[in-house]
């Protein structure tokens, strides 16, 4: 069952869809995404950040047992990185910054945000909640912040100050890097 802000967020997509209807020909996709278009992108799955929520601590646990072999370079983080590519571009449209921080902000990738803030909206966010650079998409801000309601345990990290993205990492692996300790706070960064 979704909850409330999930239900508004899903009824916006569709009544985006409703307007602007796909080509001839077009449809739904494989019942997994939500319209055809980027604007509207958007896995089912993030509709549910609860259970992505569960879907994350269970991932961290099971990486957790093979720590010892997770490094960088070489054929674990190819395979790493070849695992996130086919379920984290789907679910979250994500850019494979190496800096995963999805779990903090209501299961949105902030790089989806045409500026790329990881710190919350711009000044531009109009009062329907639409983004400034884009008006058709939904600010990626206003869904990290609701989505977030509905996850118990990091729900509230998104009130967390997050480091600049490292753009070195592009590409890599964002759980090698996270138990590396390759994403952590900069040198200076005492937040």
């Known amino acids: ?46 509709l549910k950040p609860g259970l992505l929520e569960v879907a994350y601590l269970a991932a961290r646990a099971a990486l957790k047992l093979v720590q010892p072999w997770l490094r960088s370079g070489g054929t674990a983080e190819r395979v790493m990185v070849a695992a996130e590519r086919v379920s984290k571009v789907p679910l979250f449209d994500c850019r494979m910054c190496g800096q995963c921080v ?22 531009g966010v109009r009062p329907d909640g639409r983004c400034e650079v884009k008006p058709e998409m939904t600010c990626v801000w206003v869904e990290a912040w609701e989505r977030s309601k509905a996850m118990p345990r990091y729900g509230g990290e998104i009130q967390r100050l997050l480091p600049p993205v490292d753009r070195r990492l592009q590409g890599t692996s964002a759980w090698i890097n996270d138990f590396t300790g390759k994403t952590g706070r900069p040198t200076g960064w005492n937040r």
């Not at 790089?111 to 710190?119: F, I, S, V």
């Open 102 to 123: 999805l779990h903090m902000t209501g299961m949105t990738c902030p790089m989806t945000c045409p500026k790329e803030l990881r710190n919350g909206p711009c000044g």
């Open 1 to 46: 069952m979704l909850c409330k802000g999930e239900t508004a967020l899903a009824l916006s997509l569709l009544e985006r869809e409703a307007e602007h209807p796909l080509p001839e020909g077009e449809g739904w996709g494989e019942g997994e995404l939500i319209g055809l278009r980027p604007e509207l992108h958007v896995s089912l799955l993030q």
